[in-house]
């Protein structure tokens, strides 16, 4: 096949290692000819674009797509998408992510290109000025209507999407975002060798959460819990992995709390070291009040870690009450602290936990599976539009 995946930005995050691991197994593993768009890599993320060149890919920048609204620049992104799809002429378009997934289904839709667009996260969401929530609505509900099909990471997006009138069930189909597995099953560093370059001993219990230190991602939430945590089990370590703007914030609520031994911040690491890092903890938390799917939860769960978790979106798909974690009501310090503090004291727990989430999560998850699930998807379109194709 000839596909273009086209993304807003290239920046190291969940949705863009999706994007970049399907486009390389599709170019690696199926031979298929593919061109991966994308707005530059900016911002204190990090940028992705070093691996997709390496891995061969025909990587094109547009230098106006940014995540922010601009009409001027959106418009000359729209513009060069264009451009780039009528020299391509690729046989499927897919797009990810809520700007790109606007601009370039219009933009396919105007060439009579099949589309394809992954839902990542909701563009409307919890904590939304409703004014951009009705917009973000109405985009989404024009844009499906130039959609050949969705692609939900997670059940929780569909049904968002359908109780907001978007689209048709039938037009729905859940892959799970994936990722390489092998690192989470056996990291390339020992837990051991980890835990002595963050200067944690062996005897501590480190509760850890991967994630931007940015809104609506729960690290204050975790932090108003540490102080019972603490309080109960004094050997017990909070390990923030991710660096943003709310860090300097963080930092000095937990000085305020005289809690800053008790944790260490990680900063911004390459995507290569989160397994190392997820097998130095013991626990792995993520109190985060809108996303998809996180892919820390699985990576967790891959990684041998019990996980807990705020009930927010897909959490519920891999976080099982009782088998794999716990499932706590958004926003609950107590409820937070009470099972924080549950797993620090059961070891037992942790392991049993854990182990469950590896046997059920592990292949579910492989980056493998995703795309040869998507390009089923991809023949099923290209099928519904032309069924004499292969």
Known sequence: MKVVHFITRLIVGGAQENTLLTALDQHRDYGDEVVLISGP??????????????????????????RSIHPWRDWVTYRRVLEQLREIQPDIVHTHSSKAGIIGRAAAAKLAIPVV???HGAAFHYGQNPIAHHVYVAA????????????SVCDAM?????????????????????????PFLSPPV?????????????????????????????????????????????????????????????????AAAGLSEHFVFVGLVPPERIPELIHAMDI??????????????????????????????????????????????PRSVADLSNALCELAGDAEMRKRFGSTGRERFTDQFRHQT?????RETYQDVLNSRDPSSV
């Open 41 to 66: 890599g900016l911002g204190p993320e990090g940028s992705l674009e070093p691996r997709a060149s390496a891995g061969g890919l025909d990587l094109r920048i547009i230098p106006q797509s940014r």
């Open 117 to 119: 667009h992954t839902i």
């Open 140 to 151: 989404e509900r024009w844009a499906a209507k130039r959609c050949d099909r969705f692609i």
């Open 158 to 182: 569909t049904e968002q999407y359908l109780a907001h009138g978007i689209a048709e069930p039938e037009g729905y189909v859940t892959i799970y975002s994936g990722m390489d597995v092998e």
């Open 190 to 254: 020992s837990r051991e060798e980890v835990r002595r370059q963050l200067g944690i001993g062996d005897e501590t219990i480190v509760i850890g959460k991967v994630a931007r230190l940015f809104d609506l991602k729960g690290h204050e939430y975790v932090i108003e819990a540490a102080g019972d945590v603490i309080e109960k089990f004094p050997h017990v370590k909070f390990l923030f992995v991710g660096d943003g703007s709310r860090r300097e914030e963080f930092e000095q609520r937990i």
């Open 284 to 329: 792995v938390v993520h109190a985060s009040l809108w996303e998809g799917l996180a892919r820390v939860l699985p990576q967790g769960l891959i990684a041998g870690k019990p996980v807990v978790s705020y009930d927010v979106d897909g959490a519920r798909e891999v976080v099982i009450p009782g088998e794999t974690g716990f499932l706590l009501p």
């Open 370 to 374: 995703m795309t040869r699930r998507i």
